[in-house]
C-alpha cells in the first residue's frame, strides 16, 4: 500500500530572476507520508519556501517530479492549504477578522455550519474577541493567527505551513504548537512545517529534514523518538529530547560551514 501523500523523486527547481535562471534545489527525494508531521529546518536560501511551493503546487519542477498521491499536479490540490510566511499580504484589508476566516468556505459550506467552523478557528487562535477588527488594525502576531484561522476552517488534508509562529509571542507560540498537534491528531492531516527554530522543530515533528547548500538539497533528517502527547515541560527534559535537539544543532551548524 502506498501511504505517501508526497513524493519528490530527484526534484529539482530553477527559478528565474532578473539576473538569470538559478536552479534553486536539486536532487530532492522526499516522501511525506500520511498523517505525518515534517518538519524543515536549514539556512537562509536553502530553498525551504520553494520546496514548500512546489508541494503546494504554486512552482513545479524543472527535473524529476513531485506527485501528490502518486500523481503530478498543477495548481493547488484540493485539500492541500499554505500559510504563506507573509501573512500580511495574505489577508483582505477590506474584510474583519470574521470575514477573513470565512473566505475560504463561503461557497463550500453554509448556515450554522459555517458560523461554528468560524467560531471554532477564531477560538483556537484567540482571535474571537477581535472578530470585527480589520488587519489593518492587528499587530503582526496577530494576522499571522488570523491566516492560521483560515487555514484551519478549511478543514485541510494537507497543511503546509511556512514559518507560521516566527512573530508570535514565547507564550501564544507554545500555545499554538500544542493545539496544531492536537488538530493533526484529531483531524488526520498530514502537516509540513518549516521552522528556523531547532527547539521548534524538535518539538513538533515527527521527522524533521535539514536542507542545506545552493542549489539546496536535503542533507540529513532526524526523527526525535518522544511521545505522541507532547508536553511543553516534561517533553523538553526527555533525553530523547535533548539527544534529538542536539545531534541537529550539531548538524545545522556543520551544514553551514
Ligand atoms: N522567484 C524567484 N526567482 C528567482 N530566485 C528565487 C525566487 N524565489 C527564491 N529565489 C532564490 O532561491 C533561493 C532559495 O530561496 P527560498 O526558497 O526562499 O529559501 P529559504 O526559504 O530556505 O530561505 C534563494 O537564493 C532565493 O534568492
Ligand atoms: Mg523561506
Redesign the pocket.
Known amino acids: 500500500m502506498n501511504t505517501s501523500v508526497f513524493r519528490c523523486e530527484a526534484a529539482e527547481i530553477r527559478?528565474?530572476?532578473a539576473t538569470g535562471d538559478?536552479v534553486?534545489l536539486q536532487g530532492i527525494d522526499l516522501d511525506i507520508g500520511r498523517q505525518e508531521f515534517l518538519c524543515m529546518v536549514?539556512g537562509?536560501?536553502?530553498?525551504?519556501?520553494?520546496l514548500l511551493r512546489a508541494l503546494g503546487g504554486f512552482c513545479a519542477p524543472t527535473r524529476g517530479a513531485v506527485l501528490y498521491e502518486g500523481r503530478p499536479f498543477d495548481g493547488p490540490p484540493e485539500g492541500v492549504v499554505t500559510v504563506f510566511q507573509d501573512y500580511g499580504n495574505a489577508l483582505l484589508p477590506w474584510r474583519t477578522v470574521r470575514g477573513n476566516v470565512a473566505l475560504g468556505i463561503e461557497a463550500s459550506v453554509s448556515g450554522a455550519e459555517r458560523e461554528a467552523r468560524i467560531d471554532a478557528a477564531l477560538a483556537l487562535v484567540g482571535l474571537k474577541p477581535a472578530e470585527s477588527e480589520y488587519p489593518a488594525k492587528l499587530s503582526g502576531g496577530m494576522q499571522q493567527r488570523l491566516q492560521i484561522a483560515r487555514a484551519l476552517a478549511l478543514q485541510p488534508r494537507v497543511l503546509l505551513m511556512d514559518e507560521p509562529f516566527g512573530a508570535l509571542d514565547a507564550m501564544t507560540k507554545s500555545r499554538l504548537q500544542d493545539e496544531l498537534r492536537n488538530i493533526q491528531a484529531s483531524t488526520g492531516a498530514t502537516i509540513v512545517f518549516i521552522t528556523h527554530d531547532v527547539d521548534e522543530a524538535v518539538y513538533l515533528a515527527d521527522r524533521v529534514v535539514l536542507?542545506a547548500g545552493?542549489p539546496?538539497c536535503i542533507v540529513s533528517e532526524i526523527r526525535p523518538d518522544l511521545p505522541a502527547v507532547r508536553n511543553q515541560i516534561a517533553t523538553k527534559e526527555m533525553p530523547a529530547y535533548l539527544h534529538a535537539r542536539h545531534t541537529l544543532l550539531e548538524r545545522l551548524h556543520g551544514a553551514a560551514r
Open positions: 527559478l528565474t530572476a538559478k534553486v536549514g537562509s536560501g536553502t530553498g525551504k519556501t520553494t536542507l545552493s539546496g
